[in-house]
């Protein structure tokens, strides 16, 4: 299946590493050079806006869902292609599934791990079929890449882990999934 739009979830705020900013912003850039359309969650802050801004100085579309209550807290974008403001999470969270083709998880906090849990359950639950990468910038993934395989050694998962998510080290690695 080529993937024509892309959802990103990744943290408001930059983190302390650098290579998360810049992998982000590279994520961006690359969708653009694609033409693959970037649907995010519409926070201009942290990775989010890395990621969207890559996308727009380099000409790529960018689409973003920010619920009401967070327009002041993740401090909505207002140089995208299109944000659309929603009532809740659960809707901003249905709204970019709906939205994208396939998601990419970059480094993030509690939003970013709740979203990565819903779409994969959601894959398990057969509600969607979406590709799932985790973007395992600089090992920051490496504690919880190694819980999900205990999950499968024990017994608590349906597939193997490599059946749902597609772990990437680097944003060019992503090219090689999209162009198929």
């Not at 359309?37 to 380099?58: C, E, P, T």
């Not at 901003?92 to 979203?115: F, N, S």
Request: one cysteine or more.
């Amino acid at each position: 299946m080529k993937v024509t739009s892309l959802a990103v979830f990744c943290g408001s705020k930059d983190g302390k590493n650098p290579a998360y900013r810049n992998e982000a912003e590279a994520i961006g850039r690359l969708l653009a050079g694609r033409g693959v359309a970037l649907i995010y969650g519409g926070g201009r802050n942290g990775l989010m806006g890395a990621a969207a801004d890559g996308a727009m100085q380099n000409g790529g579309t960018v689409r973003g869902v920010i619920p009401q209550v967070l327009t002041q807290w993740e401090h909505q974008h207002t140089d995208i292609t299109e944000l659309m403001v929603v009532e809740d999470m659960h809707i901003r969270k249905r709204t970019l599934y709906e939205m994208c083709d396939a998601a990419i998880i970059l480094p993030g906090g509690y939003g970013t791990l709740d979203e990565l849990f819903e779409i994969l359950t959601w894959n398990q639950l057969s509600i969607h079929n979406k590709m799932v990468f985790l973007l395992n910038t600089a090992g920051f993934y490496d504690h919880l890449i190694a819980h999900a395989r205990r999950m499968q050694e024990e017994g608590f998962l349906y597939t193997a882990i490599e059946e749902q998510i597609i772990i990437l080290e680097k944003a060019e690695d992503i090219l090689q999934h999209i162009d198929a």
